[in-house]
């Protein structure tokens, strides 16, 4: 019986992208691993263009292709890895539809799975997108590898492969604020590393903005480091003996020169501000590690689906198979 390969492609708003990553994946998987069997899927995260219109119409044509729509846009993470969940191949793929992900990496992912590694990761050495954008996603996985207290991955964006028994692992997690990339170092069996130059999107925008970003930052920094909270602590303690020296010297000041020593209230606005600024910051980092609890302790699903393609007809074979 042949081994069954998966490919998850989450979308939104690829119109332009979403046939030419099928044709380019298909050819790919047909003219390299033709030993294999397959399936495509794809989760759409409530496009507003032709992008669900295209995957249907690819979807009646292939029948190893399927579709999940979501009800809504449920966020950059918890999409694809509801989709990785739904895939039912002995490994799944994960990929995006905007060609950044190079398309001839998977017959190489699979070599190394054959090998017998669980997870192969895709990690980008360079970038031929924004420069400044580049600089910063290395300052930052830089600083997250400092701070976190597990291992993480640099420039590892959720592009690889997994083996079905990890999937299984992501199942049982029942994680409803999932972070891939931080759960693949943290949980993860032995894997390969696969280094690429990344290239720039074929055709489109980019729904990456500053807001997304700065949530998937602040995403792993609550989930996998403490240093935040130990910052807070430490900073409050310092700035308390500031405080409190220098009052010191205020009174010492005024009683040996009690007639020429002026203070005058200049001094004591700055330190109110500047200490107003400090409590402000570490309210809004404690806020943070507070929204990420209660979005699990809530538990709500990870996506909400509206609609599924193909699903029917791949139990319908497999219900097939097994009684042959």
Avoid at 65 to 80: C, E, L, M, R, T
Avoid at 261 to 280: D, E, H, K, R
Wanted: proline share 4%; aromatic share 14%; with cysteine.
């Amino acid at each position: 019986m042949k081994k069954k390969i998966s490919i998850m492609i989450p979308c939104y708003n690829e119109e332009e992208n979403a046939r030419p990553i099928y044709e380019a994946v298909k050819d790919e998987l047909e003219r390299e691993l033709p030993g294999y069997d397959y399936e495509i899927l794809f989760i759409d995260n409530k496009s507003t263009d032709g992008t669900r219109r295209i995957i249907e119409k690819i979807c009646e044509e292939n029948p190893k292709v399927k579709g999940i729509f979501n009800a809504k846009n449920f966020g950059q993470f918890n999409s694809p890895y509801y989709g990785i969940l739904q895939t039912t191949g002995d490994c799944t793929i994960s990929i995006c539809a905007d060609f950044q992900d190079p398309v001839d990496l998977i017959p190489v992912f699979v070599r190394e799975w054959e090998k017998g590694y669980k997870i192969v990761c895709g990690i980008k050495t360079s970038s031929k997108e924004n420069r400044l954008v580049y600089f910063l996603r290395s300052c930052y996985y830089k600083a997250i590898k400092k701070m976190s207290s597990v291992e993480q991955i640099e420039h590892f964006t959720g592009f690889g492969l997994y083996d079905k028994s990890f999937v299984q692992v992501l199942r049982d997690l029942k994680d409803p604020t999932p972070f891939i990339r931080g759960i693949v170092a943290e949980l993860g069996y032995e894997r390969k590393d696969i280094e690429y130059t990344q290239p720039q999107r074929r055709a489109g925008k980019t729904h990456n903005n500053w807001y997304s970003l700065y949530d998937a930052a602040m995403l792993s920094f609550t989930s996998y480091t403490k240093v935040g909270l130990r910052l807070a602590t430490f900073a409050g303690f310092l700035i308390s003996g500031i405080s409190f020296l220098l009052a010191l010297v205020y009174l010492v000041m005024k009683l040996v020169y009690w007639d020429r020593f002026i203070a005058g209230s200049a001094p004591m606005l700055i330190l109110t501000c500047f200490f107003g600024g400090v409590q402000l910051f570490f309210i809004g980092l404690l806020g943070e590690y507070i929204m990420s609890m209660n979005a699990r302790i809530m538990n709500r699903p990870l996506v909400v689906e509206e609609k599924r393609l193909n699903f029917e007809k791949q139990e319908e074979r497999d219900g097939k198979g097994t009684e042959d």
